[in-house]
């Protein structure tokens, strides 16, 4: 399949990022480095938040999140990810939803 | 948000938590509605289909002011496999005539119009405020606290129309985290182009639409459809799955790769050609149906909408399910309000019996194993499709083969990819469950 750029649909959305605070965390990186084969978040996330690193650790970056809870979902075995909806008025801003 | 105390708290402006808000306030209750997001409906995403009824019972004028796209005329359904369909189209003039039973709409402008109803009605909106927890007195919830400086709010009722993540009502203790297996992920875009073209390209007028439901290989195996929806000047198309499947895909597929792969697809891509894609957004579709409903109502809360799992997976409803949760929700404490009983569970109840006695609960009712047979059945999603596909193809292409021959291969086909036990036990899952 070819590569595609999820960066160049996100660049179309509205955010209002909340600098500095997250609003997604992993709670232990260590967990998916040492704990998680299957990594899913790294391909499930629609908006490409998590990313694999090449020392088999992964990470988070949430302003392009796009609020839809996958992530945590997903990470059943571990429940690695504190999740949250961003403070009032930031996150995702959709202009047609 | 000073020490006042209102009748009732809604969590949430879509759908559901603005029928909710909107029928109590309508009734003279004093009404709170907290919403996360800069204006109701910018958290929001839908495909987005209106169905006329379930508003219509609450504002029968709706079609005076509402943002409506266009009416749908067309359904049709596509089977899809890599670079051929086969499909059925249902249309019909009578879906022309006044007044129109469904609607394509945008969530942004349709729920800001909605809100604006709500607030007529005499509720008051706080926006730009996430509703961090709920406070409880033992088990009895009191209210809700806000992330904004002393933002404890009092109420005789909340009512969670939080959508599908259902973050306070989980927080609570209420019920469980989502299973994996019962919700599906989307992602959808929205591709502008001049209303000229769609109307020549889709065979429609103005003020006409068509919607295309899709399915088959696009989908890599997984459980899920695709959809395709004629704005007035714009066309939605998306791609979900469930989200269990996205998960354990060998392939390890992205969402965005699966949209970008339909949208190439030689049956679509000339339909959106040229649209100028202005956003991308994505979303979870509660589709567990009947079995994963969870408690809904308890003293001092009440859940409507997708915070509650109302979505009727096979008929594509949930927004028509949000607004009658939503109704159902709020006539219940309306009429315990005037008969002057407490908001406890005991009294609460009488939601969950309304729903019961309603198409909502009826429905998932009917379908309750459709979850379960599509979810372990993914031959009804690839196998199925292409063999389709490669029956009409058969049939279509005339190259000297007689036709018997071409029967005698394409049952042959069928009969290799599932052998008869399999086809027969295909049917007899379908039919149960669709009984």
Known sequence: MMAINVEEKLFQNRYKVDHGRPHIQIKNADVCKNDCQA????????????????????????????ECGSCRVICSEHANVAWEYPRGGHGILFKFG | ??????????????????????????????????ERGEYPGSKNVQG??????ALERVIPDFRDD????????????????????????YRSDDYNKPPYNRYTIIRAQFDKWFSSKVREAGALLI??????ELLMDGQRCIGVRCDRQGGEVYADVVILADGVNSTLARKAGFHGELDAGNVALAVKEILFMPEEVIQARFNIKEEEGVVIELMGTVTEGMVGTGFLYTNKDSLTIGVGCMLGDFKNNPKRSTPYGLLEKLK???????????????????????????HA????????WMIVGDSGGFVNAVHREGSNLAMTTGRLAAETVIAAKAAGQPLSARTLRAYKQALDASFVMKDLHKYRDMPQVLHT???????????????????????????????????????????????VGDAFKLWRAFR
């Open chain 2, 377 to 423: 059945s993914p031959q009804f999603f690839t196998t199925y499709p292409q063999l389709v596909t490669g029956a009409a193809k058969k049939m279509f292409t005339v190259d000297g083969v007689d036709k018997k021959t071409k029967e005698r291969e394409i049952f042959g086909s069928f009969r290799a990819a599932r052998r008869i036990s399999g086809l």
């Open chain 1, 39 to 66: 990594q899913s978040c790294t391909y499930v996330c629609p908006a490409s938040c998590y990313k694999a690193e090449g020392n088999r650790a992964v990470t988070l970056i949430t302003d392009g999140c796009l």
């Open chain 2, 264 to 290: 190439k697809h030689p049956s679509i891509a000339p339909l959106i050609e040229g649209g100028e894609m202005k956003e991308y957004a994505a979303h979870l579709i509660p589709e567990g149906g009947f």
């Open chain 2, 127 to 132: 926006c730009e405020t996430t509703v961090e």
């Open chain 2, 1 to 34: 948000m000073a020490q006042e105390k209102f009748d009732a708290i809604v969590v949430g402006a879509g759908p559901s938590g603005n029928t909710a808000a909107y029928t109590l306030a309508k009734a003279g209750l004093k009404v709170l509605q907290i």
């Open chain 2, 48 to 53: 987005a289909i209106l169905y006329a009824d």
């Open chain 2, 66 to 89: 509402a943002p409506l796209e266009r009416h749908v005329i067309e359904q049709r359904v596509w089977v899809l496999d890599d670079n051929s369909f086969v499909g059925t189209h």
């Open chain 2, 293 to 300: 409903v969870p408690q809904v109502y308890g003293d001092g």
